[in-house]
């Protein structure tokens, strides 16, 4: 048994003699322990300079941001300054390599994240008329088509798609979802009614006569859905926007930031004079996004609005419809009892 205890541990301390050389091979940066290059902060505003400390001695360094490539030749320095005027906001790469003076390369890769530098202008509305509103509506989607408004609810056994009497706030025509299904956003196209559900990753879509005609699949989460023109914009729950063909083919993808950062939770949408309009879930906050750049150039407080008793967790501000004949937004919630149209005085241009 002696015999073989020292076999073991003569096993045993050879694994741990080749793991630390493996180990030191791995964390083997620089004389000083560091890596190639190192920043301050990851997060930068547009129009800031990074500063890129080099933290080895190199006979020559370039620095590719993304795909382009700006090259420091035949110098020996320990910063490099990197310009992001006419960058686009959200995340980015920067590899930097250098030669040392042995000759031998290096490279490392830092990620960064630009944000926008100018806050969201607050904008004004005033409210116009109130309608009734069904409590017993879990609202997930609010569309216009002509001058008839149209509504989806979520919860499981719940979910519905609804043509909606505006003055009065009854449901002309019903349409339940099975119930595996938690409804989300609606949006019309081409007299195509799309439906969004929560995690199943289906999108029906139905005639103007609520007749199912095709169930197309997604791979995220399932929020708000709008519409420019013929494309779909959908949003997960992220600070993502997707943009799809009708046939459900995605085109397209922005991240939504605002001077502070990632937008996180967009959540029902409505696109409105070439913006993007979207609730931020579980606040009393609408932001206007522009889709091209993704970047929030205004924000609506709605807590004036918030009917008396108001969850934030449930009951949360949800709906938004925009009604172009009128140039009058129309907001409401989930269970709320009261849609609200509005105008609103000052949109960020």
């Given at each position: 048994?002696?015999?073989?205890?020292?076999?073991?541990?003569?096993?045993?301390?050879?694994?741990?003699?080749?793991?630390?050389?493996?180990?030191?091979?791995?964390?083997?940066?620089?004389?000083?322990?560091?890596?190639?290059?190192?920043?301050?902060?990851?997060?930068?505003?547009?129009?800031?300079?990074?500063?890129?400390?080099?933290?080895?001695?190199?006979?020559?360094?370039?620095?590719?941001?993304?795909?382009?490539?700006?090259?420091?030749?035949?110098?020996?320095?320990?910063?490099?300054?990197?310009?992001?005027?006419?960058?686009?906001?959200?995340?980015?790469?920067?590899?930097?390599?250098?030669?040392?003076?042995?000759?031998?390369?290096?490279?490392?890769?830092?990620?960064?994240?630009?944000?926008?530098?100018?806050?969201?202008?607050?904008?004004?509305?005033?409210?116009?008329?109130?309608?009734?509103?069904?409590?017993?509506?879990?609202?997930?989607?609010?569309?216009?088509?002509?001058?008839?408004?149209?509504?989806?609810?979520?919860?499981?056994?719940?979910?519905?798609?609804?043509?909606?009497?505006?003055?009065?706030?009854?449901?002309?025509?019903?349409?339940?979802?099975?119930?595996?299904?938690?409804?989300?956003?609606?949006?019309?196209?081409?007299?195509?009614?799309?439906?969004?559900?929560?995690?199943?990753?289906?999108?029906?879509?139905?005639?103007?006569?609520?007749?199912?005609?095709?169930?197309?699949?997604?791979?995220?989460?399932?929020?708000?859905?709008?519409?420019?023109?013929?494309?779909?914009?959908?949003?997960?729950?992220?600070?993502?926007?997707?943009?799809?063909?009708?046939?459900?083919?995605?085109?397209?993808?922005?991240?939504?930031?605002?001077?502070?950062?990632?937008?996180?939770?967009?959540?029902?949408?409505?696109?409105?004079?070439?913006?993007?309009?979207?609730?931020?879930?579980?606040?009393?906050?609408?932001?206007?996004?522009?889709?091209?750049?993704?970047?929030?150039?205004g924000v609506m407080h709605m807590d004036p609005i918030l009917p008396p008793g108001t969850s934030k967790e449930d009951d949360v501000l949800n709906g938004i419809a925009y009604q172009p004949q009128e140039k009058a937004f129309y907001i409401t919630g989930k269970r709320w009892p009261t849609l609200y149209k509005l105008n609103v005085s000052q949109i960020a241009l």
């Amino acid at each position: 048994m002696a015999g073989l205890s020292s076999w073991v541990c003569l096993v045993v301390v050879s694994c741990c003699i080749v793991w630390g050389c493996q180990q030191a091979k791995k964390n083997d940066t620089g004389s000083d322990g560091a890596g190639l290059a190192s920043l301050a902060t990851t997060t930068y505003h547009l129009g800031d300079t990074i500063i890129i400390g080099i933290n080895q001695s190199l006979a020559h360094v370039s620095i590719m941001f993304d795909n382009k490539e700006e090259r420091l030749v035949n110098q020996d320095t320990h910063e490099v300054r990197i310009g992001t005027s006419g960058q686009t906001i959200g995340p980015h790469q920067l590899i930097v390599r250098g030669i040392a003076a042995d000759q031998k390369p290096l490279a490392d890769t830092l990620n960064i994240e630009l944000w926008p530098t100018t806050p969201p202008l607050t904008l004004q509305y005033s409210v116009v008329k109130s309608y009734p509103h069904q409590t017993s509506s879990f609202t997930q989607g609010l569309e216009f088509h002509g001058k008839t408004l149209y509504e989806s609810t979520g919860l499981h056994k719940e979910s519905n798609v609804m043509q909606v009497e505006l003055e009065t706030g009854s449901i002309r025509k019903s349409v339940p979802l099975a119930e595996q299904y938690f409804g989300e956003g609606i949006t019309i196209v081409n007299d195509k009614i799309y439906q969004l559900t929560w995690l199943s990753g289906v999108c029906f879509r139905y005639s103007m006569d609520f007749k199912l005609e095709k169930m197309f699949p997604y791979h995220t989460q399932g929020w708000g859905l709008t519409h420019r023109d013929t494309t779909l914009i959908m949003s997960d729950g992220t600070n993502k926007l997707y943009f799809y063909t009708p046939g459900f083919k995605l085109k397209s993808e922005v991240a939504v930031y605002d001077n502070n950062g990632p937008v996180n939770r967009l959540n029902e949408l409505e696109y409105a004079n070439g913006y993007v309009f979207a609730n931020v879930w579980r606040t009393n906050r609408i932001v206007q996004i522009d889709p091209a750049s993704g970047i929030v150039v205004g924000v609506m407080h709605m807590d004036p609005i918030l009917p008396p008793g108001t969850s934030k967790e449930d009951d949360v501000l949800n709906g938004i419809a925009y009604q172009p004949q009128e140039k009058a937004f129309y907001i409401t919630g989930k269970r709320w009892p009261t849609l609200y149209k509005l105008n609103v005085s000052q949109i960020a241009l």
